[in-house]
Nanobody, 122 residues
Framework: QLQASGGGLVQAGGSLRLSCAAS????????MGWFRQAPGKEREFVAA????????TCADSVKGRFTISRDNAKNTMYLQMDSLKPEDTAVYYC?????????????????WGKGTQVTVSS
């Protein structure tokens, strides 16, 4: 029901835009967000956004470089990633959970999308 896309290979300093298309249902009153998992590491929170899109949160490691947004008319969420660094290399997953605030703890995720690979070369 969630499908992430937009990953790829980019040089350090470059940009990518990830998309997460929702299908099969609407995610009213669900916070949506992005997580990532690098090889040998645990999955970690990247950013989240409320249903209305009025409130967002993001990890300190991506603050000022990544921007999360959503278009409910298109049932799609986005992650604009700028000034990419090699340490941003990971599989990125979109997720949704029943939260009214832009808080999306990993244990509260109800829906996971298949990941999309992001590789940043130095």
């Amino acid at each position: 029901q969630l499908q992430a896309s937009g990953g790829g290979l980019v040089q350090a300093g470059g940009s990518l835009r990830l998309s997460c298309a929702a299908s099969g249902r609407t995610f009213g009153n669900y916070a949506m967000g992005w997580f990532r998992q690098a090889p040998g590491k645990e999955r970690e929170f990247v950013a989240a956004i409320t249903w209305s899109g009025s409130s967002t949160t993001c990890a300190d490691s991506v603050k000022g470089r990544f921007t999360i947004s959503r278009d409910n008319a298109k049932n799609t969420m986005y992650l604009q990633m700028d000034s990419l660094k090699p340490e941003d290399t990971a599989v990125y997953y979109c997720a949704a959970g029943p939260y009214g605030s832009p808080s999306l703890p990993i244990k509260g995720v109800v829906y996971w999308g298949k990941g999309t690979q992001v590789t940043v070369s130095s």
